[in-house]
């Protein structure tokens, strides 16, 4: 019984040591490739988009950010795919969004990002394999 202070677990004493009802927890993730949807846009070339999304998981109410960044070209394009919806009460997704993404924006020659953009990706987009695209999003100065 003295070790039930560090083990998060039923502990019984036999004649021969002791057994451990004890529960695992993950330091691995496992995630499905999906194909997700597009966002593109334009800022100014070289700008540094990114696009946030907080996370959470349903069974072990973990929560972490997703994020990806890309650069946009020298015509300001910009285009990538996120793998998440936005949609968070369906019963049979375990991880699910806090919110909207949120498209963050770096200057080319600033290193401060701010937020421009949010936007709603909607489930469907996943669950068809389709890949959707936004309409075009100018970032005001």
């Not at 004649?15 to 800022?43: C, D, M, P, Q, W």
């Not at 394009?77 to 997704?93: C, G």
Request: glycine residues 6%; without cysteine.
């Amino acid at each position: 019984m003295r070790y039930k202070k560090w083990v998060n677990a039923d502990v019984v004493t036999l004649g021969n040591g002791f057994l451990y009802n004890g529960r695992i927890s993950s330091s691995v993730k496992i995630f499905e490739i999906v194909e997700g949807t597009l966002i593109k846009g334009t800022a100014q070339p070289g700008d540094i988009i990114e696009a946030r999304l907080a996370l959470r998981s349903k069974t072990s109410k973990r929560e972490f950010t997703y994020k990806r960044s890309i650069t946009a070209d020298e015509n300001g394009h910009f285009r990538f795919n996120v793998p998440y919806s936005t949609d968070s009460e369906l019963p049979e997704i375990d991880v699910v969004a806090q919110g909207p993404y949120q498209l963050w924006v770096q200057a080319a020659k600033s290193d401060e990002f701010k937020l421009h953009a949010t936007l709603n990706v909607p489930e469907p987009t996943f669950r068809d394999r389709k890949l959707v695209t936004y309409p075009k999003l100018e970032f005001q100065r």
